[in-house]
């Protein structure tokens, strides 16, 4: 199907932003998702985490075209920023992280993706675009729908306290990570019986 690029008709300058937004976040979702994935392999949020990326990923596709239209270009937005701050996340920080940390997170990337939709359908239907705004709002309920799927497994998680307070890495430097972020802890409580201590006094 060939599309019609160059529209006529300008975005807004919020549409603009949060449509930028829309490519860089989502493009780190669907790596960080990929990841977790990984590290749940075996366990039924492996398939809902890759079910995530999957949508996400199908998401910025069939938004290209729609976006293009107006010239602004998804593959140009997030080739750059946004797969190098995906990486560092993925490389760095959630090698502090304990499994169920990791999967409330997992919530939080899908329910900003959902939220940044809805407002984005509202800044579009303030022009009259016929497209943007249904687009939207089809995706902000599918990604609810799995943020609510994830939020499910994170909370069953609890069941089961050994396994989720397993380091999400199980790499060396995964342990590593995760035993700073331990340590840190383990001082943060001693610290704050200690303030208690002598609140008490």
């Known amino acids: 199907m060939s599309v019609e690029y160059g529209c006529a008709v300008t975005l807004h300058p919020a549409e603009n932003r949060g449509y930028r937004e829309l490519y860089l976040t989502g493009g780190q979702a669907v790596k960080r998702l990929r990841r977790l994935g990984a590290a749940f392999g075996g366990t039924p949020a ?3 985490l890759d079910r995530a990326a999957d949508s996400i990923s199908h998401l910025l596709e069939e938004l290209t075209p729609l976006t293009a239209r107006h010239d602004l270009h998804g593959g140009v937005v997030a080739e750059g920023s946004g797969a190098s701050l995906g990486t560092l996340r993925g490389a760095v920080l959630d090698r502090f992280l304990e499994r169920n940390q990791a999967l409330r997170l997992a919530v939080g990337d899908l329910e900003h993706l959902a939220t940044l939709l809805g407002y984005l ?3 579009s239907e303030t022009r009259g675009d016929a497209k943007l ?3 939207s709002r089809s995706w902000e309920r599918r990604l609810r729908r799995q943020a609510t799927a994830v939020r499910r497994a994170a909370i069953e998680l609890g069941g089961d306290p050994d ?5 999400l890495d199980n790499s060396p430097a995964g342990r590593a990570a995760h035993a700073i972020a331990w340590t840190v802890g383990t001082v943060g409580e001693w610290a704050d019986r200690q303030v208690a201590r ?4």
């Open 163 to 167: 396994s989720a307070v397993e380091p």
């Open 133 to 135: 705004p249904e687009f």
């Open 198 to 201: 002598r609140n008490r006094q």
């Open 121 to 123: 359908a509202s800044v």
């Open 46 to 48: 492996r398939e809902l």
